[in-house]
């Protein structure tokens, strides 16, 4: 039977309520936190649930260490996973964004305006595919990070959801369900704000505590203080990639918003118990949720990278058989397999000649050499993007599989 939450057991016996609180909040393993929700301390009860979870965390990130992917998959994995970390974290918010508007920026934000929209936001992201280092030792530095994601743009666009205060906001602000009712009321005046928030970075930087822990713990305090008129989801969510990123392997800073959107419904529920006075300051739930949304995404990470080198593998095999003879063009045809793995569009030109070290002229003789039917070529703007069509590859092996030619390979299935 799972273990219930104080607001649940308030409506089943109120006797037995009062006992479980006192129990919980006075246990030699509960963290008594700093500050309150409401009129209740808050606390957080390490439940076996949360250390299993814990432990197969840190099993799943040593089996993810231990995939070898070529560089070029590598760096086109992370795009991948970073256009669509933006999109789904948009999403959440109920913020329209495309593939190819994510990518357009993507691709070289030297001359996009921080203006317009989403460029502060995939320009923050791709600082933490480089592996950006960040503070969050002081609220100075929350507004630092906002400033560099939402400023620019909001000022342009939407100007009156500019921080007005001296580091937050000065005046009160709602979230709306989507039949906008008021479900949750953020902390006023900004003091409250900043008092709270300097006490979440206190936890979030006490390593008494599991980072895992201090990790949720913060999520849901940003949630809960919502210092920001708007950007608050988004801002929080990137702020849990970069310190997931910075303890587990990198790729799952571009993973999250993916996991939150699936169980998007235990998200919010997980706030709304943790924000109601029936619950009286226990945050275990949401640790419980945000923990367990960590270990399925390294899940999903583990079995997506497993099956994508798996297939890598089975068609470089097919490849060295067909083309052992032409060194070169036996690499072409290896990163053209991943740009189609491991990206949703391709690999530019650009990064061909780099990747093949040839010349321009060279590489277009040996694109030129590849039949038709094999090669998919994508048009981005002024930009060509290349990559391998596997559904005819397929075709070939099936082909010869069926034919008993000296090829030694099954067809995937």
């Known amino acids: 039977m799972s273990r219930k939450n104080l607001k649940q057991l308030f409506h089943m016996n109120l006797a037995e309520y009062k006992a479980e609180y006192n129990r919980r909040f006075n246990s030699d393993d509960t963290i008594h936190l700093s500050l309150y929700i409401g009129e209740n301390q808050a606390f957080i009860c390490q439940t076996p649930e949360i250390y299993k979870m814990i432990v197969n965390i840190e099993r799943l990130d040593k089996a993810i260490k231990q995939i070898e992917l070529p560089k070029a998959a590598e760096k086109q994995y992370v795009n991948k996973c970073l256009i669509d970390e933006i999109i789904l974290t948009n999403n959440i918010e109920g913020v329209h964004s495309t593939r190819k508007e994510i990518g357009d920026i993507l691709q070289d934000l030297s001359k996009k305006s921080r203006k317009n929209r989403f460029v502060g936001l995939v320009a923050k992201y791709e600082k933490l595919a480089q592996r950006e280092k960040l503070d969050f030792n002081s609220c100075e530095d929350i507004r630092s990070l906002y400033d560099d994601i939402f400023y620019e743009e909001i000022k342009e666009n939407d100007p009156e959801n500019l921080p007005d205060g001296k580091i937050f906001r000065k005046s009160a602000v709602e979230v709306h369900s989507a039949s906008q009712k008021v479900i949750h009321k953020g902390l006023y005046p900004e003091s ?97 949720m945000f923990t367990g949304i960590v270990e399925s995404s390294m899940e999903q990470l583990l079995n997506s990278l497993e099956e994508k080198k798996k297939k890598l593998d089975y068609y470089d095999k097919f490849i060295s058989t067909l083309y052992k003879c032409d060194k070169n063009l036996t690499k072409l045809y290896y990163v053209l397999v991943q740009a189609a793995l491991f990206t949703n569009i391709g690999i530019s030109r650009d990064e061909l000649i780099s990747h093949m070290e040839c010349s321009g002229n060279t590489l277009k003789k040996m694109l030129d050499s590849i039949p038709q039917e094999l090669l998919l070529v994508n048009q981005r703007k002024n930009k060509k993007f290349y990559l391998l069509n596997l559904d005819e590859v397929n075709k070939r092996i099936e082909k010869s599989f069926n034919e008993n030619s000296h090829l030694d390979i099954t067809p995937i299935k």
Do not use: M
Request: proline share 4%.
């Open 192 to 288: 409250k704000i900043i008092d709270a928030f300097e006490k979440s970075i206190e936890i979030l930087n006490d390593e008494t505590i599991d980072f895992l822990i201090r990790t949720a713990v913060f999520h849901y305090l940003f949630g809960y203080i919502h210092p920001f008129y708007d950007g608050n989801g988004r801002t929080s969510r990137f702020i849990s990639s970069y310190l997931l990123s910075q303890n587990l392997n990198p790729l799952i800073a571009f993973r999250l918003s993916y996991t939150i959107k699936e169980n998007i419904k235990k998200y919010y529920d997980a706030f709304d118990v943790c924000n109601n006075p029936l619950n009286k300051g226990e945050l275990t739930p949401f640790v419980e």
